[in-house]
C-alpha cells in the first residue's frame, strides 16, 4: 500500500496562469475526492469520482475549476486564470466502497500559492 | 444543514497529562458518521476512528479513546498520558452519506501542543 500520492508538493505561480495537479490514489480504491484546505480552517469537499465517472461537485468549484479521471486511475485537478484567492492546499483522497466501506485516506496535498 | 463544531481553536499541555478535544455536531439525518483526523505538520490527514450513529459504545484504542453521546450530539476524543508525538491539528468530521465515507464536513480543527 503506497499510499495516495500527489503531485507537485508546492506550487507557485502568477495570478492569471493555469495550474494542473494530479492525485494518484491507492490502486484498489474506486473513489477519489478533492478537498481545498485554506488557512485556520479544514477541508472542504470540492468533487470526487466514482471510477472515470464525476458524481458530484461542490459549488466552491467555480467555472474555472476542472477535474477529470479519464481512466478511473490518477485524477486531475486544474485551475484556469488563478486567482489569489484559490491559494489553499488542495488534498487528494480515496476510498474503496464496498459492504464494509474504506474511510477517506488522504494524500499529502498540494499547496498552492498565487501571487 | 450539517455543521460540525470544535470550539478549542489551541490547546498546550504538558506531556503525559490527559487531554480533551471537544466535537459538536449537527445533521439532520438519523443515519450519519462521524470521524477524527489527526494532521500533523507533514500535511497528510490521518484516519483515526469512525463512528456510525446508531453505535454509541465509547471506544478505547491504546490511549486514545473517544466519547460519542447523541443526546448532546457530541464526539470527544480524549487522549491520555500524552506525548510530544501527539503534536497535530485534530478535526473531528461528520458524513450523512450512506456509504459513509464521502463528503465529509469538516471542522476548523483544534491545534494540540504536548511539550516536553
Known amino acids: 500500500d503506497t499510499g495516495v500520492s500527489q503531485n507537485p508538493r508546492h506550487k507557485i505561480t502568477k495570478r492569471g496562469q493555469n495550474v494542473t495537479f494530479r492525485c494518484d490514489p491507492i490502486s484498489e480504491h474506486n473513489r477519489l475526492y478533492w478537498y481545498r484546505q485554506t488557512l485556520g480552517q479544514g477541508p472542504e469537499f470540492l468533487t470526487y469520482?466514482?471510477?472515470?465517472?464525476?458524481?458530484?461537485k461542490s459549488r466552491l468549484l467555480s467555472d474555472r475549476f476542472s477535474a477529470e479521471r479519464p481512466k478511473g486511475s490518477f485524477s486531475t485537478l486544474e485551475i484556469q486564470r488563478t486567482e489569489q484567492g484559490d491559494s489553499a492546499m488542495y488534498l487528494c483522497?480515496?476510498?474503496?466502497?464496498?459492504?464494509?466501506?474504506?474511510?477517506?485516506?488522504f494524500g499529502n496535498g498540494t499547496r498552492l500559492t498565487v501571487t | 444543514a450539517q455543521k460540525v463544531t470544535q470550539a478549542q481553536t489551541e490547546i498546550s499541555v504538558v506531556e503525559k497529562e490527559d487531554v480533551t478535544l471537544d466535537c459538536v455536531y449537527e445533521t439532520r439525518d438519523t443515519t450519519y458518521y462521524l470521524f477524527w483526523y489527526k494532521q500533523p505538520p507533514s500535511g497528510e490527514l490521518v484516519f483515526l476512528i469512525r463512528?456510525?450513529?446508531?453505535?454509541?459504545q465509547n471506544e478505547i484504542s491504546g490511549r486514545y479513546s473517544w466519547n460519542f453521546q447523541k443526546s448532546t450530539s457530541s464526539f470527544n476524543f480524549t487522549i491520555t498520558a500524552s506525548q510530544v508525538v501527539d503534536s497535530a491539528v485534530y478535526f473531528c468530521a461528520l458524513s450523512e452519506d450512506e456509504g459513509g465515507s464521502e463528503k465529509l464536513v469538516f471542522g476548523k480543527g483544534t491545534k494540540l501542543t504536548v511539550n516536553p
Open positions: 469520482f466514482q471510477n472515470e465517472a464525476q458524481l458530484e
Open positions: 463512528r456510525n450513529s446508531f453505535d454509541e
Open positions: 483522497a480515496s476510498s474503496l466502497t464496498t459492504v464494509n466501506n474504506s474511510p477517506l485516506h
